[in-house]
């Protein structure tokens, strides 16, 4: 079977070195130059992470994270509310650990080196001929497919083929993300701060701490304050009793810094014709739960493995039993994680306050229902 895989990001490599290891050979398109163009911090579940024991990854999945013992919820004065013992209650189903995007990209590649992959080039359109699909980048033919996949995260241009253009659903806040010293905060322990109109969390990986600072847009935005980190640290600094380190190792250029709409968005279908839709691009994660990418695996697996018992022919029922398996889950997820943004994500200082107090009474496993009940089930 022809298969073109649009993006190599974490689905599209899981995806690709899953198929290889069934003797497929896919092609993969990516439209970025390198792998390490834009890093940040990812936790990673068991759910996505048990794919790479069958890629023969796991090891190296462990030598290149640090484990999330715990994770601590503080208010905006740095007040815990709550510690939740996430090795101790996820313990039963395998490992939770935080790594670099760029890390884990590089150790999906190293599953199945020889999968052709061409960086720097960008699909811009797709065109059905009914039997097999055409792509093209920027009106070059990249050939005629029997299936193409949709592994171009968030901003997809292949759902435009699949659904049309399906409006984004924001939260109106953003974050700024950049990467700390590993001094700036203690390994192994996840630390966010809520308070009312400002959010920073605080994400160790193995050599160096992942950092995002958010807010409403209209106050901590390009628009309103610039790339200067300068800016942004001022505006936290009235945000007292927060970790001051991540701050203060805050680079002074935007470009070692990105800012991140948080917003998501769900497409209405999978697939069409021999098209499909996998991880961000089907439906796509605010960071709140931290299972976008570990649903994005988790899909690539359920794909992978409809396709080992297909060829050319059966691709359209192969993709109909890939939905009916992946859509319910993934959505629930990314529900959940809507859930937790709306308390996350709030303004006003006397629900941030009566938030806060609920907090208190909350149990990792009402907290964490969403992520157990995943981890429990059959997929
Ligand atoms: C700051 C940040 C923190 C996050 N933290 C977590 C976390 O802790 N845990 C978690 O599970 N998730 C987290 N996420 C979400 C997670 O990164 C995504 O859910 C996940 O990457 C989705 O995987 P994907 O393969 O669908 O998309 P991506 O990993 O985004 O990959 C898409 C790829 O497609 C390429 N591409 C796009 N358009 C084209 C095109 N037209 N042609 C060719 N290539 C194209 C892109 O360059 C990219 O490489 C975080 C996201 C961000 C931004």
């Not at 322990?189 to 990986?205: C, D, I, L, N, S």
């Not at 810094?257 to 098209?275: I, Q, T």
């Not at 039993?321 to 990314?334: D, K, S, W």
């Amino acid at each position: 079977m022809r298969v073109l895989i649009v993006g190599a990001g974490i689905a599209g490599l899981t995806l690709s070195a899953l198929l290889r290891q069934k003797g497929m050979v896919p092609q993969i398109v990516e439209r970025a130059d390198d792998f390490h163009a834009s890093g940040y911090m990812l936790a990673l579940f068991p759910m996505g992470n048990r794919v790479l024991h069958g890629l023969g990854a796991y090891d190296a999945f462990r030598a290149a994270s640090e484990p999330m013992d715990t994770y601590t919820m503080c208010n905006g004065h740095g007040e815990p509310m709550q510690t939740f013992d996430i090795a101790g209650a996820l313990g039963k189903y395998g490992d939770t650990r935080q790594l670099s995007r760029a890390d884990l990209l590089q150790l999906l590649r190293n599953a199945a080196p020889d999968v052709p992959l061409r960086m720097a080039t960008r699909v811009t359109a797709l065109v059905d001929h009914g039997a097999e699909v055409e792509a093209l980048a920027e009106g070059e033919s990249l050939g005629r497919f029997d299936l193409v996949v949709g592994a171009d995260g968030i901003h997809s241009t292949v759902r435009q083929h699949v659904a049309g253009e399906i409006a984004m659903r924001p939260t109106g806040w953003g974050g700024w993300v950049w990467w700390a010293p590993a001094a700036a905060a203690p390994r192994t322990k996840v630390t966010e701060y809520w308070g009312a109109g400002r959010f920073v969390g605080v994400y160790p990986v193995r050599d160096r701490v992942g950092v995002i600072a958010a807010g409403p847009i209209d106050e901590i935005g390009h628009a309103r304050i610039g790339g200067r980190g300068a800016r942004l640290a001022e505006l936290f600094a009235d945000y007292r009793g927060v970790a001051r380190e991540p701050f203060a190792a805050m680079p002074a250029s935007d470009r070692d810094m990105f800012f991140w709409a948080l917003e998501d968005c769900r497409a209405p279908h999978w697939s069409k014709g021999r098209v499909v839709l996998m991880g961000d691009s089907a439906c796509a994660f605010l960071p709140t739960a931290g299972v976008g990418a570990s649903m994005a695996m988790e899909s690539a697996a359920v794909l992978a493995d409809e396709l080992g018992r297909s060829d050319a022919r059966g691709v359209a029922l192969a993709l109909q039993h890939y939905e009916t398996r992946r859509r319910r889950r993934a959505e629930g997820a990314q529900t959940a994680s809507r859930r937790i943004a709306s308390m996350m994500f709030i303004s006003s200082i006397p629900v941030a306050w009566g938030r806060d107090h609920l907090m208190k009474f909350y149990s990792i496993e009402e907290f964490g229902k969403e992520i157990e009940r995943s981890l429990s089930e059959p997929i």
